[in-house]
């Protein structure tokens, strides 16, 4: 009997402790409040703001939206951003991502203050995760992806791990977070050979391609534990996993659902980080 790995059940845990952490807070006079820069209309932006405003509600943290102009200029916005480092009732802030073409993302990367850098933009936040002090700010994906694995008590000591990407939000930074658990990591891409014969000996598969379906159970044996980071649509206009979730999931040992897996950890982690910007700034 497979068991399903997931993120409400994690979700909802942290919250719990952050309504804690809050309240001690607002009791020494503090108040978490995320600024949140968004930079034109883009719909799966604003619909991204609706809900972490809505989560940030339930648990009491402020916030507030700066809604800029798409053509503003690098230099502008990084004087706003530099506005925002200096302004102490921002705890901490996110940009939409991707910044449009026009924006010099390594400025702004650069310019935003690290301690409020709650997306793991600044280049000093990502270096501390690659020097193994894991007591900063995390991107939120590979954070969640952790936080399932942590919550689940599945053991990373010694185990050999296959993360499917290599790119700076997720597949690097979550190595990184295994091997500061002292697991056994392989990190595998599109260039990749024999990719089968890698899942199929690891204990843990972390796939984030992109490709719904495209794992099918040829990739794993009935000892896998699958955490499903891909997120995408099918033909049919289905949000899918990396997985192919029904012909998988009864015949694994332990794999998260797509929706209702990682993705939904993600928001969480963002406003733990928002929490822990106003403890420690
Ligand atoms: P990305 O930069 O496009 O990375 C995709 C990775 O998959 C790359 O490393 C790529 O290899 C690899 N890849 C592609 N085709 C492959 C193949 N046939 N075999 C092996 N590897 C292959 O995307 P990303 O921004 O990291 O995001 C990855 C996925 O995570 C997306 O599905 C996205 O929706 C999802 N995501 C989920 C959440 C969440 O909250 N659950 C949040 C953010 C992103 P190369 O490097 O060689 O190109």
Same mark, same amino acid.
């Given at each position: 009997?497979?068991?399903?790995?997931?993120?409400?059940?994690?979700? &909802?845990?942290? #919250?719990?402790?952050?309504?804690? /952490?809050?309240?001690?807070?607002? !009791?020494?006079?503090?108040?978490?409040?995320?600024?949140?820069?968004?930079?034109?209309?883009?719909?799966?932006?604003?619909?991204?703001?609706?809900?972490?405003? *809505?989560?940030?509600?339930?648990?009491?943290?402020? +916030? !507030?939206?700066?809604?800029?102009?798409?053509?503003?200029?690098?230099? !502008?916005? &990084?004087?706003?951003?530099?506005?925002?480092?200096?302004?102490?009732?921002?705890?901490?802030?996110?940009?939409?991502?991707?910044?449009?073409?026009?924006?010099?993302?390594?400025?702004? /990367?650069?310019?935003? #203050?690290?301690? *409020?850098?709650?997306?793991?933009?600044?280049? $000093?936040?990502?270096?501390?995760?690659?020097?193994?002090?894991?007591?900063?700010?995390?991107?939120? %994906?590979?954070? &969640?992806?952790?936080?399932?694995?942590?919550?689940?008590?599945?053991?990373?000591?010694? *185990?050999?791990?296959?993360?499917?990407? /290599?790119?700076?939000?997720?597949? =690097?930074?979550?190595?990184?977070?295994?091997?500061?658990?002292?697991?056994?990591? @392989?990190?595998?891409?599109?260039?990749?050979?024999? $990719?089968?014969?890698?899942?199929? *000996?690891?204990?843990?598969?972390?796939?984030?391609?992109?490709?719904?379906?495209?794992?099918?159970?040829?990739?794993? +044996?009935?000892?896998?534990?699958?955490?499903?980071?891909?997120?995408?649509? +099918?033909?049919?206009?289905?949000?899918?996993?990396?997985?192919?979730?029904?012909?998988?999931?009864?015949?694994? =040992?332990?794999?998260?659902?797509?929706?209702?897996?990682?993705?939904?950890? @993600? %928001? @969480?982690?963002? $406003?733990?980080?928002?929490?822990?910007?106003? !403890?420690?700034?």
């Amino acid at each position: 009997m497979s068991q399903i790995l997931k993120g409400n059940v994690v979700a &909802a845990k942290l #919250k719990e402790e952050m309504k804690e /952490r809050i309240a001690k807070l607002n !009791e020494n006079g503090k108040q978490p409040k995320l600024g949140i820069v968004r930079l034109g209309n883009d719909p799966s932006d604003v619909s991204y703001e609706k809900s972490i405003i *809505k989560n940030c509600d339930a648990l009491g943290i402020e +916030t !507030e939206v700066f809604e800029k102009d798409a053509n503003m200029t690098t230099d !502008e916005l &990084a004087d706003f951003i530099s506005e925002l480092n200096d302004n102490d009732s921002i705890s901490a802030m996110i940009m939409f991502r991707p910044l449009p073409k026009h924006i010099d993302e390594e400025v702004i /990367r650069n310019t935003i #203050k690290p301690s *409020k850098d709650v997306d793991c933009m600044h280049p $000093l936040n990502l270096e501390k995760i690659f020097e193994g002090d894991m007591s900063g700010f995390a991107p939120a %994906t590979p954070k &969640a992806a952790m936080e399932i694995l942590l919550y689940n008590n599945i053991d990373l000591e010694g *185990k050999n791990v296959v993360v499917i990407n /290599r790119s700076m939000v997720v597949g =690097k930074p979550l190595a990184m977070m295994l091997l500061e658990k002292n697991a056994t990591v @392989t990190i595998c891409h599109s260039r990749t050979k024999d $990719l089968k014969e890698i899942t199929k *000996k690891a204990d843990i598969v972390i796939p984030a391609l992109g490709k719904p379906k495209f794992f099918t159970m040829d990739y794993f +044996t009935e000892e896998s534990i699958i955490i499903d980071v891909g997120v995408s649509m +099918t033909e049919d206009g289905k949000l899918s996993g990396d997985v192919d979730y029904e012909n998988v999931a009864d015949k694994v =040992k332990m794999i998260t659902p797509v929706p209702g897996g990682v993705g939904s950890v @993600t %928001t @969480t982690i963002l $406003l733990n980080q928002v929490v822990y910007a106003c !403890e420690n700034n």
